[in-house]
């Protein structure tokens, strides 16, 4: 498939440790509801009717691209078109964010499942928002593209929503740990189909959310997250070689998962997200040289004055230095942030050049 020539490769080259000119970033949820013109498209659409319809997809991930000078865009989605894909009800309820009516209670009810192989089939939506995307973008910037890790998607799955606890979804892995086992394991093989036919439709970097990270302790994330992410990473960089596609960057970002750093870095992610609570000295320290770090201003910041926010990420970027480093927040920017605040930050990070 012929795409536009890339014009600015910053984000790929500080994946892969390569120079680059200047610190390249881009946001978490950096398409979304603090945009007055995303506000606009979502008063036509519900959630899930916008990541269902690629010109809608396309038109919200354009959005902040047209409006600010970042580095990459990322495809409009969600993590739990996985759930939908395998079968499942997934709503997104104002004020509540996403909500399954019938949520998994017990192993029985993993019979209700699809399977793995049709996942691609059902998502096709999120594949033709993807290539529609990258020649929407016209080289400007590279895609992203995206899914939940196994642990995070199967906390959802069990939970029902979010939750301060995860207790209902940890108590599976103590009374049912074959079964959680076997639940992981479909839903890595589907995100392994689901990554891979990303690849296929364009995207140039992916990024495995692991969102809570920060409800599992060592032991349980080794048991029950690491060995799913390395499968992961592994398998569609293989597939990707297969098939005679161009490899591509993929990152992990672990939020609030301090401990598990160092086992992450032992397996093939290009990239490492760190949130706000680590400190980037440390994290290079337990991730080596040999892996790019990204974040991680609190999303908070950006509530600062412009001033404020310019020397904040001054120190951000003198701590994490320019190489092997990719700027960002150390979540998703908050709904009622001031654009022009992330407009200060994205000054602010492009002002630190390379003098290597």
């Known amino acids: 498939m012929e795409f536009p020539v890339l014009k600015n490769d910053r984000l790929l080259r500080a994946a892969k440790g390569e120079k680059v000119d200047v610190v390249p970033v881009w946001v978490m949820r950096q398409a979304g509801r603090y945009l007055p013109e995303f506000r606009e498209e979502r008063s036509k659409a519900d959630f899930f009717t916008m990541c269902q319809t690629p010109e809608l997809a396309c038109k919200v991930t354009l959005q902040?691209?047209?409006?600010?000078?970042?580095?990459?865009?990322?495809?409009?989605?969600?993590?739990?078109?996985?759930?939908?894909?395998?079968?499942?009800?997934?709503?997104?309820?104002?004020?509540?964010?996403?909500?399954?009516?019938?949520?998994?209670?017990?192993?029985?009810?993993?019979?209700?499942?699809?399977?793995?192989?049709e996942v691609c089939c059902k998502l096709q939506y999120v594949f033709n928002a993807i290539t529609l995307t990258r020649h929407r973008l016209q080289g400007k910037v590279p895609l992203i593209g995206f899914c939940g890790a196994p642990w995070t998607i199967m906390a959802y799955m069990i939970e029902g929503k979010g939750s301060k606890t995860m207790s209902k979804a940890k108590s599976w892995f103590y009374k049912y740990p074959e079964e959680s086992h076997a639940l992981l394991q479909l839903i890595t093989d589907a995100t392994i189909e689901y990554l891979v036919g990303q690849v296929k439709a364009g995207a140039q970097l992916l990024q495995v959310f692991e969102s809570h990270a920060e409800h599992l302790g060592p032991y349980l994330f080794k048991e029950y997250a690491l060995p799913y992410l390395k499968l992961i990473v592994d398998q569609v960089k293989e597939r990707v070689a297969a098939q005679g596609l161009d490899s591509i960057p993929m990152t992990i970002f672990p939020k609030g998962g301090?401990?598990?750093?160092?086992?992450?870095?032992?397996?093939?992610?290009?990239?490492?997200?760190?949130?706000?609570?680590?400190?980037?000295?440390?994290?290079?320290?337990?991730?080596?040289?040999?892996k790019t770090l990204q974040g991680n201003l609190d999303p908070c910041a950006l509530y600062a004055s412009k001033d404020n926010i310019s020397k904040m990420v001054q120190e951000m970027v003198n701590r994490f230095g320019v190489h092997r480093y990719i700027a960002n927040l150390g979540h998703g920017i908050y709904p009622d942030m001031d654009p022009e605040h992330l407009a200060a930050f994205i000054e602010a990070v492009h002002k630190h050049e390379s003098k290597e």
Not at 102 to 111: A, G, K, Q, R, V
Not at 258 to 273: E, F, S, T, W
Request: proline fraction near 11%; hydrophobic fraction near 40%; aromatic fraction near 6%.
């Open 258 to 290: 301090h401990y598990c750093l160092k086992d992450v870095a032992q397996l093939n992610y290009d990239v490492i997200g760190i949130d706000w609570t680590v400190d980037p000295a440390k994290a290079r320290e337990l991730v080596g040289p040999n």
């Open 64 to 117: 902040p691209i047209e409006r600010f000078p970042l580095d990459a865009a990322i495809i409009f989605s969600d993590i739990l078109v996985i759930p939908q894909a395998l079968g499942m009800d997934v709503e997104m309820r104002p004020g509540e964010g996403p909500v399954f009516p019938s949520p998994l209670s017990e192993p029985s009810d993993l019979s209700k499942l699809g399977k793995a192989s």
